[in-house]
């Protein structure tokens, strides 16, 4: 359904289209963080839309997903070449190269252990590294998986979402891994987010929201738009979830109370603008970046 009392969005341009903005984050410094996918560039944007722009010593790099680590400093996956990003909130940069060759990083978040985990698409893979950059890789129990985003569990492990064998995997922070694959065929599920109680992950195939416990049980619920093709999602509560329609230029959001669903989409003012990834802000307001080389805000 669509709401006629939709939410306060405004859009900032932040880059030419060709830049691709993807990844978003809430920095340690009051900012929001972007990747710039297309020309291997972050930005750092103010709440007030200032934008400044850090170039990567690697123009084909592909910077994808971001997030703020345990020591106050940006790290990005280089999906391109190979590497884990790091920036600091005042410009100083460095790259960390993964052991295995071709892996295709993708997801990252900082773990409970003062780690941050990614993924490796490629591969099948998750990996770890130390804020010096010591690299451990952890392999899955299933090939071609494309292993997407990834984020830290209520439950001290790390879950993350298994593109291609339509399923949620959790590593514990010792390599021990468990895969819990999905009721629904050709799911696809790419974002993940947890709320504090359980995870929450978006199913760019089948056009649904997921939610896991921790004891690995499932839930999914449908979108009104079954091709709207949801790719990034945020938790702001447990239960309350805000994600982006990729395939629709619209944001959703999502509520659930005694097992009932509430969900709600809002479409942004440009058209075709390819809604990528999305954070809570420091300001109260959904931070999301479009494709088109633009972030919309949303406020509730």
Not at 182 to 199: K, W
């Amino acid at each position: 359904m669509h709401r006629t009392d939709a939410p306060l969005v405004e859009e900032f341009s932040v880059a030419d289209k060709e830049a691709g903005p993807y990844g978003i984050a809430a920095g340690p410094d009051g900012a929001l963080w972007l990747t710039f996918a297309h020309a291997g560039r972050l930005a750092r944007l103010t709440p007030d839309g200032d934008v400044t722009e850090y170039p990567l010593d690697s123009p084909s790099c592909r910077p994808t997903v971001i997030t703020t680590g345990p020591d106050g400093a940006l790290w990005f996956t280089r999906s391109q070449d190979h590497r884990i990003g790091r920036l600091t909130p005042d410009g100083e940069q460095e790259s960390f190269p993964l052991p295995t060759p071709d892996s295709g990083p993708f997801g990252i978040a900082a773990g409970p252990d003062g780690a941050l985990w990614f993924t490796q698409m490629n591969t099948s893979r998750v990996g770890r590294t130390t804020p010096g950059g010591e690299v451990t890789e952890f392999g899955l129990p299933v090939t071609g998986a494309f292993p997407a985003a990834i984020t830290a569990g209520p439950d001290g492990a790390l879950w993350f979402a298994l593109n291609q064998a339509d399923a949620i995997g959790r590593v514990t922070t010792d390599g021990d891994v468990t895969v819990h694959p999905l009721p629904t065929a050709d799911a696809a599920p790419v974002g993940i987010t947890s709320d504090g109680t359980a995870l929450w992950f978006v199913e760019i195939g089948a056009g649904q929201v997921g939610r896991i416990s921790v004891d690995g049980e499932i839930t999914e619920f449908p979108l009104p738009d079954r091709t709207a093709r949801p790719h990034a999602i945020t938790a702001v509560a447990a239960g309350d979830c805000w994600f982006t329609e990729w395939g629709a230029g619209r944001v959703g959001h999502i509520t659930v109370s005694g097992g009932t669903a509430e969900i709600t989409a809002y479409d942004l003012p440009s058209p075709s603008s390819e809604p990528h990834g999305i954070a809570l802000g420091p300001d109260g307001a959904l931070w999301v970046a479009l494709e088109t080389g633009a972030v919309a805000r949303v406020a509730p």
